[in-house]
């Protein structure tokens, strides 16, 4: 059982240059989470799906689109990268239903932006 | 959600129990307390929550006052895997409340 799949782990990008980045998670999770964080910070939600067909803008949504695939997945595109979008990015999963436990975290993306 | 407030660091000794404050003076009624650790840049993972009434895992013990304005939590018997950023969240368990992270405490065990 692998959880919340991320990938890849480490990028570097030039500025203005686009990418995806991938996650995936096996447990029948109904929401999907996007954060990002910054050194010394907390994490800050950037999108979200609560539910397949369905995705809505967290705390820090500028310059990133979401596709949520299918249950299993649940993407983020930077169309134009910047430097200020240097972080670590982190998928989540979580059962929506009231006896909700957490959220399952993945390992995260390392992106870099030059 | 409601704000919690925890110190930035804490240390404690390998082997002793460390006990993490949490405020949340301003939590509403059907917000559950939830911690979650961050080791090292890992993706944060979940340890424990609560709504009133005192609770316990395999991981640690949760510790939440009667007028539920604070909480903490205990790590029985700290290793040095322990070492961590901890955080609080104040989350109601209806709907689709998202987490929102705060700051944290970094968490040291000394050996």
């Known amino acids: 059982n692998a959880g919340v799949t991320q990938t890849p782990k480490f990028q570097v990008l030039k500025t203005g240059q686009s990418m995806t980045l991938q996650c995936a998670q096996d447990?029948?999770?109904?929401?999907m989470y996007w954060y990002r964080q910054d050194p010394g910070m907390g994490l800050r939600l950037i999108y979200y799906s609560a539910s397949e067909g369905t995705t809505d803008k967290g705390e820090v949504p500028n310059g990133y689109n979401v596709s949520r695939l299918n249950k299993r997945e649940f993407s983020l595109r930077l169309e134009s990268a910047a430097p200020s979008q240097t972080s670590v990015y982190f998928c989540?999963?979580?059962?929506?239903?009231?006896?909700?436990?957490?959220?399952?975290f993945g390992s995260g993306t390392r992106l870099t932006v030059v | 959600d409601a704000k919690t407030t925890q110190p930035p660091s804490m240390d404690c000794a390998e082997g002793r129990a460390a006990n993490l404050p949490c405020n949340h003076s301003t939590i509403s009624g059907n917000e559950y307390v939830y911690w979650y650790r961050q080791i090292h840049s890992q993706g944060p993972q979940y340890i424990i929550h609560?709504?009133?009434n005192n609770e316990t895992n395999e991981m640690a013990s949760l510790i939440i006052t009667e007028d539920r304005k604070s909480s903490t939590l205990i790590l029985p018997h700290a290793t040095l895997r322990d070492t961590a950023v901890y955080y609080c969240?104040?989350?109601?368990?209806?709907?689709?409340?998202?987490?929102?992270f705060g700051t944290g405490t970094r968490l040291t065990i000394i050996p």
């Open positions: 989540a999963s979580s059962d929506s239903g009231f006896f909700n436990y957490g959220y399952t």
């Open positions: 609560g709504l009133k």
């Open positions: 969240i104040a989350r109601s368990n209806f709907g689709n409340e998202k987490l929102t």
């Open positions: 447990m029948n999770h109904n929401s």
